[in-house]
Structure formats: C-alpha cells, structure tokens
C-alpha cells in the first residue's frame, strides 16, 4: 500500500469518526497521540515512553471501556511521567476529543493493521503525516490553511534559495514546520541520505540545522510530530515571535516563512521592545523581524510568504519597505497566483531577499516575476503543481537548471544573467523607479485581459467557482447524514 493510500485511509476514518462529534482538526490531534505511540514501537524508541502506557498495552486490553480509561490516563499523565523532551511537549495539555470507547478501539486496531513498509522497505509514515496536514489543511472550515502552505510553493522557495550543510536556518511562524522539513529533505537528496557527511555535520542537521517558533498550541504539536516522524530533534518554541522571546532568533543563514495574515488583537502593537517601526500589522512585524534575524556576512537569505498590502500600505509600511531595500538587496518578488491558499481571494507573494554586509544602499533593482494575471484558476479542478512555476525558475535563476542552482549560488544574484531571459511576465524596476512611486511595490502585474474584455469579472468568477465547490461539498455531507439516519 502506498503512502497516499494509507493516508486516505486514515483520513477516511474521520467519516467514521463525524457520529462521535469529532472534527477533522480535532481527528488529526487525535491521530498524533496515537500514531506517536505506535511511531515508538516502530523507531524503537519505546523506552522513553512509560510502560503502561506503551502500545502493546493499548493493544492488549481486550475491554474497550478499560482501553478507553486507560487512554485518557495516559493523555493526563504522559507528559509529566516521561523524561523525553519530545513526549513532554507533544503530549502537553493532551486531552481527547472522542467519546465512545469503540472508536478509540477502530483507530488502534486500523493504525495496527498498517503495513508502514513499502516494497522497497522504506519508511512511509513520514510521507503518510505530511499527507494527512495537507489533507487537513484543504478542509477549509477547520482554518488549518492559515499555517499550511502548498507544497510546490514550499520546495520551489527552498530549491531557489539552496540551503548549504552546516547552515542555520528558521522559520518564525513554524506552522507545522514544513519549510524546515523541506529544506532537510533537500540537503538529504544533495548528500545521498547525509551518508556523505561525517558524525559531527549529521549531529549538527538532526539538532541544530533547523529551528521554529509556532504560537498555536495544536500547531505547536504537529510541528514537533514532523520534525519526529522525519528524524528531525530540532527545537521548535511554543511562543510568539512577535514577543520579547523572538529577540533570541538571530545570525541565521536563512529564514523561510509564510507569517500568518491579519493584525494584532485589538489593533494593539507588538510587546517587543526593539522593533524599529513597531505596527500592529503583523505581516509589518514579521519582515522586520526577518530581515533582521539573519546574519550580516554577505550570504544569508531568506523567502517569505506575504499578502499584498504589504507591498502598497502608507506609514509604516513605507517606513519597513524602505529599510528592507536599506539593508537587504531585495532582488525578487513573485506575484502569486491566488486560490492556492485557504481563503478565496487572498493576494499573495513571496520576497527574496539577501542581508547586506551594511546597512543601507543594498537594493539596486527589483524583478517581478507575475504569476498572477491571465492564468487559471487553481482550485480542485486546476491542482496547483511544480510546472506552474516553470517560467519564473527560468527568469529567477538566468536560465540556470534548478538542479545546478546550489553549485552556482553563492549568496547572491546575477542581475546580468536575467536580462536575457524575454518574457512578458518578467520585468525589472530600478530603486529610482521604485522611489518615484512612493516605494510601492504593488507593481510589475501585466495587464489583464479581464479589465479589457470583460470589467474585471475575473476573480469575481474566481471567487464565485470556489464557493459552488463549497456548496457542492456540504451538499455531499448532507447526503451521508441523511443516508445514515435513514
């Protein structure tokens, strides 16, 4: 069975699941708790778990209501009893959602049952968690896609940007730490498994390579599990960046991030102290924060995830704009599609950008790679894959081949080598261009064939297609309650 199978087989469990008032987000905590318990048994690390609640224990209790008290001790205790950092923090606060004892028992018994080898005797639980947050992710009422970003987006941002080994890198709003898991899978490859590398650079990947700060607790959770299931020990912070906390991530070679959208409650600032222009658009503190976390050699970089207001907002956003092309060399904005992430609608693009050796002067030209205007619509029907990106890695790179990126990259970009890359949807504006427009930098969108023909119905359409398809999947969910209530 391969891992898509198993995974829409546990996600398919859910449905099973819906009578007992469990919802998808809560179903997958659920699942962590109990996927962990059957992880120690397969990656033989079942000592640190205390042994009564071990899994064969689980599996032994023949009486589901013996089962079921036995899991909520365990949920109640675990924590306190282990002495594994990673038991205490993942099962931190665990409570369970279910309430007949008989579901516990069908998800111990399915999840047992799992061949977790495949022919080749490779491990799939990894790629089977990763396809269960997707999964969750895509199921738009449980706002899991505030810290899921698409995963041709996350490998483009971490292939383009070519971690090194030996590198320190963060993501400030860890989500469930896929850039982190991304860019470990990507020096994995690079290295043939890290079996080129000697004891000390493998302690140093597995330990301190990859680091994360996630303020959502069930986030918090799902992160620690990645990082588990991929043979990752990283730390990981339950806390807010945007806290006095966040002074402590500094001198890393690289940061990806896709911080979450929206202000601070209330409108309030952040408790930070040592932010230069302190907003209470969070989007505002995270830049700040990025671009000031990386170290000032010459080579760090980072990739950040950003709604378009970012690039147009007056006051404070002028002020972070203008210090980020200050000390950063802001070589490229990719304008993205929307639709690719949870909310319809929402206006996205990425920042590139590497730290200066000084700090001012460091942006001299900005490309604009449009993504955005005249493409399909990506939903369901359109899947969003790695091909869409096709024509901005030609443009990003010169016409480099992805592949050879992290040979020819050394921290920064050949602006020479991308003037003769001719397409439309590539332009080039000057630090001067970009001063005379206020420093906006909501620019660099071809023209759209929507405005001309139709007065903009484009996304208007976009938004309307998206919401038929919601419809359409509540119309199914009314159907199998009403097929199972007669």
């Not at 966040?246 to 896709?258: E, I, P, R, T, Y």
């Not at 050879?404 to 003769?420: L, P, T």
Request: hydrophobic share 35%; net charge negative; proline share 3%.
């Amino acid at each position: 069975m391969s891992a898509e199978q198993i995974a829409k087989k546990l996600w398919d469990l859910c449905n099973v699941l819906r009578d007992d008032g469990v919802t998808y987000h809560q179903y997958l905590n659920e699942l962590t708790f109990i996927l962990f318990l059957k992880l120690s048994e397969i990656k033989n690390f079942e000592g640190d778990i205390p042994e009564r609640y071990q899994w064969k224990k689980l599996k032994e209790e023949k009486d589901n209501k013996a089962l079921f008290d036995l899991y909520r001790d365990l949920l109640a205790n675990i924590s306190r009893e282990s002495t594994s950092a990673s038991i205490k923090e993942i099962y931190e606060n665990a409570s369970t959602t279910l309430r007949k004892p008989v579901n516990l028992r069908t998800l111990i018994t399915q999840i047992d049952g799992i061949d977790w080898y495949d022919d080749q005797e490779q491990d799939m639980i990894a790629h089977v968690y990763e396809d269960l947050l997707e999964k969750n992710a895509g199921e738009k009422k449980s706002g899991a896609g505030q810290y899921f970003t698409p995963r041709p987006l996350i490998n483009i941002m971490v292939e383009l940007l070519a971690p090194k080994v030996g590198e320190k890198w963060n993501d400030p709003a860890a989500g469930t730490f896929g850039f982190m898991i991304a860019a470990n899978e990507y020096l994995k490859a690079k290295t043939d498994d890290y079996f080129d590398l000697s004891p000390a650079e493998i302690e140093f990947q597995k330990k301190k390579a990859f680091s994360g700060c996630e303020l959502v607790q069930d986030a918090h959770r799902l992160a620690l599990m990645n990082a588990k299931l991929h043979g990752l020990e990283s730390t990981i912070y339950l806390d807010d960046t945007l806290s006095n906390k966040g002074k402590d991530f500094k001198n890393f070679d690289g940061v990806l991030a896709n911080p979450p959208f929206g202000t601070k409650k209330g409108g309030e600032k952040p408790t930070r102290d040592d932010f230069t222009f302190p907003s209470s658009n969070k989007q505002l503190n995270f830049l700040q924060h990025i671009y000031r976390s990386l170290h000032k050699k010459g080579t760090a970089r980072a990739a950040v995830v950003l709604p378009d207001n970012v690039l147009f907002e007056d006051g404070d956003g002028q002020r972070v704009r203008r210090d980020l092309m200050d000390k950063c060399d802001l070589h490229t904005i990719l304008r993205l599609p929307t639709g690719i992430f949870y909310a319809a609608g929402v206006k996205t693009n990425v920042l590139f950008f590497n730290r200066g050796t000084k700090e001012t002067g460091n942006t001299k030209n900005i490309w604009f790679y449009d993504m955005r205007t005249n493409v399909e619509s990506y939903g369901k029907r359109t899947l969003f894959t790695r091909k869409a990106f096709d024509g901005f890695i030609k443009a990003y790179t010169g016409g480099i081949e992805p592949e050879k990126v992290a040979e020819s990259y050394n921290g920064a970009i050949d602006h020479n080598k991308r003037e003769a890359i001719k397409d439309e949807r590539w332009q080039q504006f000057s630090r001067e261009d970009i001063a005379a427009k206020n420093d906006s930098l909501d620019i660099g969108l071809i023209e759209d064939e929507s405005v001309s023909k139709n007065a903009n119905l484009g996304e208007p359409l976009d938004i309307a297609k998206e919401a038929a398809e919601e419809l359409n999947d509540i119309q199914k969910e009314l159907n199998r309650i009403i097929e199972l209530l007669g």
